[in-house]
């Protein structure tokens, strides 16, 4: 046999060898990847959920936060809970601002 045909026996072998190999392993691979993208898909649909959750949990929130916060209810917690109330109008007495009183200095002048 020449160097020719043993090279040309080894390639028709090595040929055959992947036109068995390749097929099945080519099937498992797109398998695989099927499978990896329907495992994404459904974290995906998972995660959505939770998002939809999660924006009406929010939006529950900033209603109570609202109803909370409003003017009404803290006018109502004021007067029932902690009892304050409008004062009247001869107890009111009104304190002006006196500009030539000036916040107390503690340096000392003189000392040099």
Do not use: C, H, T
């Not at 009406?56 to 304050?84: C, M, P, T």
């Not at 107390?104 to 000392?111: C, P």
């Amino acid at each position: 046999m020449s160097i020719y045909k043993k090279r040309g026996l080894k390639i028709a072998i090595i040929f055959k060898a992947l036109l068995v190999i390749l097929p099945p392993l080519i099937v498992f691979s797109i398998i695989w990847v099927r499978s990896n993208v329907v495992a994404i898909e459904y974290e995906l649909g998972k995660l959505q959920d939770k998002k939809a959750q999660l924006i009406e949990k929010r939006q529950e929130l900033l209603a109570k936060r609202a109803e909370i916060s409003s003017a009404l209810k803290v006018e109502f917690v004021a007067e029932n809970r902690l009892g304050l109330g409008y004062p009247d109008r001869k107890k009111v007495f009104y304190v002006k601002p006196d500009r030539s009183v000036r916040p107390y200095s503690a340096r000392l002048n003189s000392f040099q």
